[in-house]
């Protein structure tokens, strides 16, 4: 099973600053159609996840383009440029390029 | 409008048999893969397996083949998760969700954006 790794797994923000969440897979994710399926999901206390990012870089339909996301092979990166309260909550990334699927552990973003 | 409605929340004993519920509506039920996923309280996200509704391919993560059976009938559009002989480690919440492989462009995307309300199951004597 390819390992998703994910750091920090706490992350404390003060609103308006940048926050970043790095993920490292335990190998390429780089699918045999050249594709890499790395996304990063969001979810929110006592909801279903919500995608956000999609291979790598693509945001989602209805996504503040204040999330950004960037890497490649093993090493991807989630970025806000600047924090808001709604965003507060525990951050994915999930590969679909092998299955079995894996998710990271999990980055809880909250506020300072 | 794309929808995946999960069944309610289920209380059960040790040793007793489930199985929990998850509808499609508003597209073509038979040509996306569907996922399920734990979570157990306050822990993280775990893939537990899909399932190609069309011809019940089925594939099951490591961690649960032989624990739970993932099935489909595509005649009323839902996908199911279930479990012979609940454990008290099976208390989690379950979500299912659908595997989309293109995006909005017609591009390989293989990304998983609708999900169900999850089902709360616990398991307690």
């Known amino acids: 099973d390819i390992v998703m790794t994910q750091t920090p797994l706490s992350s404390p923000v003060t609103l308006g600053q940048p926050a970043s969440i790095s993920c490292t897979s335990s190998q390429s994710l780089v699918h045999s159609d050249g594709n890499t399926y790395l996304s990063w999901l969001q979810q929110r206390p006592g909801q279903p996840p919500r995608l956000l990012i999609y291979k790598i870089s693509n945001r989602f339909s209805g996504v503040p383009d204040r999330f950004s996301g960037s890497g490649a092979g093993t090493n991807f990166t989630l970025k806000i440029s600047r924090v808001e309260a709604e965003d507060v909550g525990l951050y994915y990334c999930?590969?679909?390029?092998?299955?079995?699927?894996?998710f990271g552990q999990g980055t809880k973003l909250e506020i300072k | 409008e794309v929808q995946l409605v999960q069944s309610g929340a289920e209380v059960k004993k040790p040793g007793e048999s489930l199985k929990i519920s998850c509808k499609g509506s508003?597209?073509?039920?038979?040509?996306?893969?569907i996922g399920w996923v734990r979570q157990m309280p306050g822990k993280g996200l775990e893939w537990m397996g899909i399932?190609?509704?069309?011809?019940?391919?089925?594939r099951y993560s490591p961690s649960f083949q032989g624990h739970v059976t993932i099935s489909a009938d595509k005649s009323i559009t839902t996908a199911y998760l279930q479990w012979s002989s609940l454990k008290a480690s099976d208390t989690a919440m379950y979500y299912c969700?659908?595997?989309?492989?293109?995006?909005?462009?017609?591009?390989?995307?293989?990304?998983?954006?609708?999900w169900g309300q999850g089902t709360l199951v616990t398991v307690s004597s």
């Open positions: 508003g597209y073509s039920f038979t040509s996306y893969w």
């Open positions: 399932i190609w509704p069309g011809d019940s391919d089925t």
């Open positions: 969700a659908r595997q989309d492989y293109y995006d909005s462009s017609g591009r390989p995307s293989k990304y998983f954006h609708h």
């Open positions: 999930t590969q679909t390029t092998q299955f079995p699927y894996t």
